[in-house]
Every structure is written in structure tokens, then in C-alpha cells.
């Protein structure tokens, strides 16, 4: 089964972080990398642009409108995603636990299941 592992990230969290904690981090997702790719699991990884270079398509009395954005409230915001192949939501847990944000204070990572799919690779 197909999951997302959704990376929540607070930039403030982030910036406040050390060069060897920032480092410590990309070395424990390029060590994840490598042992999802040894076990067939990950299908792709994207780290995203900062939600002020996005723009948002949206109905507005039925006519899709371009705003820039979005300006959101919150401090927190998706900053990338892996999507998994794995056997089980257990064990698309377990990979979760093993990025490296999840052992810092104020970011998280969702697990949510695939419904879906369509495309070349997926």
C-alpha cells in the first residue's frame, strides 16, 4: 500500500537550529534515502519551495481565480514529502519515525494512506 509521509515544517524552528543539527538532519534523510531505496520502498521524495513562491487556484462564483499565496496563519506548512510502497500503515509508521524532523520539538510528519494513483511511475 501507497503512503505520504508528510513532512510539517516551521521555517523559525528550522532557522533556529545549529549548522551540525541542520547537517544532522540531512545526513538522517540521505541515510533514509539510501536504506528505502535498498528496500524497494520509496517510490519519490520532493522537498518544496516556501509557500510565498506558490500561487493558489480557487473558485470564486464558479471561475477559478489565481491568487498569489497562500497566506496562511499557521507557522507551520508542508515542506516536502516521500511516497512509500510499504506492506503496511504500521510500517509506514516506522519509516516516519525515522526522518530525522520527528526528533524535533515543533515538526511533525503525517502518515496518510494513498487512495489513488495515476501516471508513469506510480
Not at 49 to 64: C, E, F, H, I, N
Not at 74 to 97: H, T, W
Not at 98 to 106: A, C, Q, S, V, Y
Amino acid at each position: 500500500m501507497k503512503y505520504l509521509l508528510i513532512m510539517q515544517i516551521n521555517p523559525a524552528i528550522l532557522e533556529a537550529l545549529t549548522e551540525d543539527e541542520k547537517a544532522a538532519i540531512g545526513n538522517g534523510h540521505e541515510q533514509l534515502m539510501k536504506t528505502m531505496r535498498e528496500t524497494g520502498e520509496l517510490i519519490v521524495t520532493q522537498a518544496l519551495g516556501d509557500p510565498s513562491a506558490s500561487a493558489v487556484v480557487a473558485a470564486r462564483d464558479g471561475v477559478p481565480v489565481v491568487t498569489d499565496g497562500p497566506f496562511l496563519e499557521a507557522k507551520e506548512y508542508m515542506g516536502g514529502f516521500y511516497l512509500v510502497d510499504c506492506e503496511s500503515r504500521e510500517r509506514a509508521i516506522e519509516l516516519a519515525r525515522l526522518i530525522p524532523d520527528t526528533k524535533i520539538d515543533g515538526l511533525a510528519v503525517e502518515v496518510r494512506p494513498v487512495m489513488f494513483s495515476a501516471g508513469p511511475d506510480v
